[in-house]
């Protein structure tokens, strides 16, 4: 009798903690969701294919001037900030915290912890390690879906050792970042864990989107004023790809962004696995600015660059074989040499099987410049 119950108690406390990695995304959810993501990609012999059916994408960009990319970039942050001031969030600054996570580190100097406070409670925790000897030049890397950027340690640990001060986030809700208890009208006390909650948010006077791009903005004011950088480029991978796309977009302050595993354009998202989450398929946003548009805006500007870095086989999305059966990036490159400034180019990590970033992509990107 004692071994049935011993069995039972067991059973409930394994389905309990399922739910519970299910719900709030928490370990091993990354685990098997790669694990996931392998079985499928090997039952598809590592190939991506992917449903296109659209045929005219030039018809799709409304952007042929510079005013056309002024514009839109208006439109959007009217959009985002609705009728408040972007980047007005309070910040507080923890000066040379200690986290032993980093402390080995090779050329770290320091680490200053950010904390940018939001609406609805939300907020971003933000490290800022700087480099002891420094090529003044800063990479802000945002993490993905994964949750706290400790999961790009390798990179973080890569740019501060060529120089470079990293500073690094989260997306809202994941990482250090706060999952708060808030009362809504109609719907009652809920704690916010999950970006597909956010929609209970939106209204004619907010924008959820904000909690995306706000502390980027709010980081870079503080950094403006404290600090005197040459250049701020940004890197990120899936849900931080996407972010450093529609980030790059709207703030011109950023000269090089790249996307790693980050997006593609709406009509390459048939197969349920390029969909994406909330902030990826936001109609009233991406009617102001489509993905292809994104890409123009992100590019364009004196001495401004927009990769977009695809993994081949990338076994959880926006893979580079998939990329290959409607390479628009020709059209995009045409696009930005007629209006005439910035850059743009797509880059695939051949062989790579995994959703990461590659050292390979690192050294390419980071070390040319030194």
């Known amino acids: 009798m004692l071994k049935f119950y011993f069995l039972l108690?067991?059973?409930?406390?394994?389905?309990?903690?399922?739910?519970?990695?299910?719900?709030?995304?928490?370990?091993?959810?990354?685990?098997?969701?790669?694990?996931?993501?392998?079985?499928?990609?090997?039952?598809?012999?590592?190939?991506?294919?992917?449903?296109?059916?659209?045929?005219?994408?030039?018809?799709?960009?409304?952007?042929?001037?510079?005013?056309?990319?002024?514009?839109?970039?208006?439109?959007?942050?009217?959009?985002?900030?609705?009728?408040?001031?972007?980047?007005?969030?309070?910040?507080?600054?923890?000066?040379n915290i200690k986290d032993d996570r980093y402390q080995n580190l090779s050329n770290l100097k320091s680490i200053d912890k950010l904390n940018i406070e939001m609406d609805y409670e939300i907020n971003s925790i933000a490290y800022l390690f700087l480099a002891e000897n420094s090529n003044n030049n800063l990479v802000i890397y945002h993490q993905g879906h994964s949750g706290d950027f400790i999961s790009g340690k390798d990179s973080i640990s890569f740019l501060?050792?060529?120089?470079?001060?990293?500073?690094?986030?989260?997306?809202?809700?994941?990482?250090?970042?706060?999952?708060?208890?808030?009362?809504?009208?109609?719907?009652?006390?809920?704690?916010?864990?999950?970006?597909?909650?956010?929609?209970?948010?939106?209204?004619?006077?907010?924008?959820p989107v904000k909690f995306f791009v706000e502390p980027l903005g709010a980081s870079l004011n503080y950094l403006d004023q404290n600090f005197n950088f040459n250049s701020y480029y940004m890197l990120g991978i899936s849900g931080g790809g996407w972010t450093t796309v529609l980030f790059s977009a709207i703030d011109d302050r950023i000269s090089e962004s790249y996307s790693v595993a980050g997006s593609f354009p709406m009509f390459m998202r048939s197969d349920s696995?390029?969909?994406?989450?909330?902030?990826?398929?936001?109609?009233?946003?991406?009617?102001?600015?489509?993905?292809?548009?994104?890409?123009?805006?992100?590019?364009?500007?004196?001495?401004?660059?927009?990769?977009?870095?695809?993994?081949?086989?990338?076994?959880?999305?926006?893979?580079?074989?998939?990329?290959?059966?409607?390479?628009?990036?020709?059209?995009?490159?045409?696009?930005?040499?007629?209006?005439?400034?910035g850059q743009f180019n797509v880059i695939i990590d051949r062989d790579q099987n995994k959703h990461i970033i590659s050292n390979d992509i690192l050294s390419d990107i980071f070390l040319t410049r030194n």
């Not at 719900?23 to 959810?29: C, G, N, R, T």
């Not at 996931?36 to 030039?58: A, F, L, M, R, T």
């Not at 970042?177 to 209204?203: A, R, V």
């Not at 081949?312 to 490159?333: A, N, R, T, V, W």
């Open 9 to 95: 108690i067991f059973s409930c406390s394994i389905f309990l903690s399922g739910i519970a990695v299910g719900h709030y995304e928490i370990f091993p959810f990354d685990l098997i969701q790669s694990i996931k993501y392998s079985i499928q990609n090997n039952s598809e012999e590592g190939k991506n294919n992917i449903s296109i059916y659209e045929d005219d994408i030039i018809s799709l960009i409304e952007i042929n001037s510079k005013n056309d990319v002024l514009d839109k970039r208006k439109n959007l942050i009217n959009f985002i900030w609705k009728n408040t001031v972007p980047y007005s969030s309070s910040i507080s600054i923890d000066k």
């Open 160 to 207: 501060i050792s060529e120089g470079y001060s990293v500073l690094a986030l989260s997306m809202p809700l994941l990482g250090l970042n706060d999952q708060p208890i808030i009362d809504l009208d109609n719907f009652g006390k809920i704690k916010l864990t999950n970006h597909k909650q956010l929609p209970l948010l939106e209204s004619s006077n907010f924008s």
């Open 273 to 341: 696995k390029n969909i994406g989450d909330y902030e990826q398929i936001i109609p009233e946003l991406y009617t102001i600015a489509n993905y292809l548009e994104l890409y123009i805006m992100g590019s364009f500007g004196n001495e401004r660059k927009l990769v977009l870095i695809y993994n081949e086989f990338d076994p959880c999305c926006f893979s580079g074989s998939g990329y290959e059966q409607f390479p628009f990036g020709d059209i995009l490159k045409t696009k930005i040499k007629n209006i005439g400034e």
